[in-house]
Every structure is written in structure tokens, then in C-alpha cells.
């Protein structure tokens, strides 16, 4: 699972939003349900769905997909999901193009090794081959901008690379990879949506016949209200805290394979603060800020632990407690502990972090 700001590219695209932002939102800190791999923050009275499934080989000839559990995960705030975020599960896919018989003894369709024999697309097909699927009712699909996310795929390059040395050194091509995050409209059920969708795709055709989609991330709004929605999505996309007990269970029972591949995952995930940090040692504090700017962030101290954490800056007002839950307010004055609603934990105000510091 990635878990990063939407692209700059895309967050700072203008909205025709008309709704008016919740007043207030209560940020509950939840476990995922099927294996407890990681917590999220979901406003309360919003719906899960999905989870940590595991992928059984015998079902699919080979153990291809089998090596780490993958991670189908929805939230949104209705049964339909109006608004929703939905984590799209990695898949590993065969393309024998370099193969010795090519496709001749498992043609597209068949399984090679436990995985889906389909030929490579690049980024922009399979998000519109997802969205055609995920959204079989939309019509009028419009793209409305593009982001290639370079800085997601130089992440990857410099994790592959000492994979990609060993490569090299056996003439074989190394990996390569191919990000993109898209905003796009569409009708459904008689109303227009905005959706933003993100993926990269894994190149490993030369060295294992085998590609992936990657860090695959959907969520929308009606479109009038995207706008309105996206601070409270992007909270909840940054807000996944993995299980240490969960993780090195995996890695137990995997062996070494399931173990890289999770230091894989891992790593992507810090992809957000990498960027932080390249940004500030590029061109310091203004830059840094201004990025914060275009993301909608803003760095909050934990006021029980210290910690600097980033989060929406569509709020005047956070307050945290001990349990990680969070509430975003705009109201002047408004404190959690004067409220039955919410007065069984002590609430804290968490402070933006003075970058002088």
C-alpha cells in the first residue's frame, strides 16, 4: 500500500466545489478487520470494506500472486460511496514477450506460474481500463489533468537499483517503471464525479516475464464537492499505520521473497517524506512551504508524543487525543472536552510545528 499526498499536479487543480466543508470531523482511529495489519483514520460514521486477503496458489497454478498478502480496501461515507477512497490490490501479471516461446504456450487469458497472461500496458491504459471496470455505469469520461509523478518513480528506480546492477551484469534489461495519477470527471446514476486514480507500473519482463501495478489508489466526490471532500480524503489516505507484529508475522511465514517485497511496500511509503526532504535540501524552507501550499498540508507537533505529523490544512483547528483520533474544526472557541460527544478522552489542540524550530 502508498500512502502519499495527492500530486501537486493534481491537488491544485481549481474546483467548482458548492457545498459547504463539515463543520467539524471526527477522525476515528479503526483496525482493519480481516488479518489487523494496519489502522486508519475514517470519520465517524463512515464505512469500511475490503481488507488483507491472501491469495491461495493452488486456485491459480503457481504462486505468483501468493508471495504477500495484497490489500483490497474501501472507505466511504455511504453505501454507494458518493465519497469514497479505495485501495486497488497490486497483481502481478506474466508478459513473455522475452520468453524462449513467447506467448505461444500460454497465450493472454491463460496463467503462467499463478499470474494473468497479459500483455504490458502503460500507465494511462490500465488506470482507464480500472476506471472502466470500477465504474461500469460512468459515461462521458472526460481525463482532466495529468501528473507523471516523477518523484514516485525515481523512488522505485533507486530501490531497484542494486537489482538492477545484478541485472546488468547478466546482460539482462533492468526494471523499469512508469507512474501517472489522473483527475478525471464522469456521469453516474445521473450525477457528474470527480475522481482522482494513481498507479505505477512495475517493468520486469526481462528479468522474471513478469510486470505489476503498483501503489494503485482511486477516490471521489461528486464533482461539485470534490473540492469540499478532498482534504478529508487526503487525511484518511495518510493516516494508514502499519502493524509491527502484523508485518514481521508476514515476513515469518513468507521467508526472505515475502520479506523484500514488504521492504518494498515500506519503502514507497516514505515516498511522501522523501520528497519533503529532497525539497528542502533543493531549495530549503521556501520551497518546502510551498509545497505544503499546493498539497494542502500543513506539519502538526503531536501534543502527547512530540512527533511532527502532516495532515489537512483546510481546517483552522486540530485536536488530538491519546488514541490518535482527530478532530478538524473551523469553529473558534470549540473545545472537545466541553462536548458529551466526545469528552470520554482528553483532547489536545495540535499545533502547526514552527518550521524555525
Known amino acids: 500500500m502508498l500512502l502519499m499526498a495527492s500530486p501537486p499536479g493534481i491537488a491544485g487543480q481549481e474546483g467548482n466545489a458548492i457545498a459547504r466543508k463539515p463543520a467539524q470531523v471526527l477522525f476515528q482511529r479503526i483496525w482493519e478487520s480481516n488479518e489487523k495489519a494496519f489502522t486508519i483514520l475514517v470519520p465517524r460514521d463512515w464505512k469500511i470494506g475490503g481488507g488483507i486477503f491472501n491469495v491461495n496458489p493452488l486456485q491459480t497454478n503457481g504462486p505468483g500472486n501468493s508471495i504477500t498478502p495484497k490489500c483490497d ?5 455511504d453505501d454507494r460511496g458518493a465519497v469514497m477512497i479505495h485501495w486497488v490490490p497490486s497483481w502481478n501479471c506474466a508478459d513473455l514477450t522475452y520468453s524462449p516461446t513467447g506467448f505461444g504456450l500460454f497465450p ?12 504490458i500496458v502503460n500507465a494511462k491504459q490500465f488506470l482507464m481500463e480500472m476506471l472502466r471496470k470500477e465504474r461500469p455505469q460512468a459515461s462521458d469520461l472526460a481525463v482532466i489533468a495529468e ?4 518523484e514516485v518513480t525515481a523512488a522505485y528506480e533507486r530501490k531497484a537499483a542494486q537489482i538492477n546492477t545484478n541485472l546488468r551484469q547478466l546482460d ?9 495519477a489522473m483527475l478525471v470527471e464522469y456521469t453516474e446514476g445521473g450525477q457528474r464525479f470527480r475522481e482522482s486514480v494513481m498507479t505505477a507500473i512495475a517493468d520486469n519482463r526481462a528479468g522474471a516475464f513478469q510486470w505489476s501495478n503498483e501503489n494503485t489508489v482511486m477516490f471521489r466526490a461528486p464533482a461539485a464537492e470534490f473540492e469540499t471532500w478532498k482534504p ?4 484518511i489516505q495518510s493516516s494508514i499505520l502499519m502493524n509491527p507484529q502484523w508485518v514481521a508475522a508476514v515476513e515469518k511465514a513468507g521467508g526472505e521473497r515475502a520479506k523484500a517485497a514488504l521492504e518494498t511496500q515500506q519503502y514507497i511509503q516514505r515516498v511522501a517524506s522523501d520528497i519533503v526532504a529532497n525539497r528542502r535540501r533543493t531549495n530549503a524552507r521556501i520551497r518546502h512551504e510551498h509545497w505544503l501550499f499546493i498539497s494542502g498540508q500543513e506539519e502538526y507537533r503531536n501534543p502527547f508524543t512530540g512527533a511532527i505529523e502532516r495532515g489537512t490544512s483546510a481546517y483552522r483547528y486540530r485536536w488530538q487525543n491519546e488514541r490518535g483520533e482527530i478532530i478538524c474544526t473551523d469553529e473558534l472557541g470549540f473545545d472537545p472536552n466541553r462536548h458529551s460527544a466526545y469528552n ?13 524550530e
Open 73 to 77: 480496501f474501501t472507505v466511504k461515507n
Open 344 to 356: 470520554t478522552r482528553q483532547w489536545k489542540l495540535s499545533e502547526a510545528w514552527d518550521r524555525k
Open 232 to 235: 478529508v480524503l487526503d487525511m
Open 108 to 119: 493472454p487469458g491463460k496463467y503462467y506460474q499463478g499470474m494473468l497472461v497479459k500483455p
Open 147 to 150: 501528473d507523471p509523478m516523477k
Open 172 to 180: 539482462i534489461s533492468p526494471m523499469r517503471f512508469d507512474s501517472l
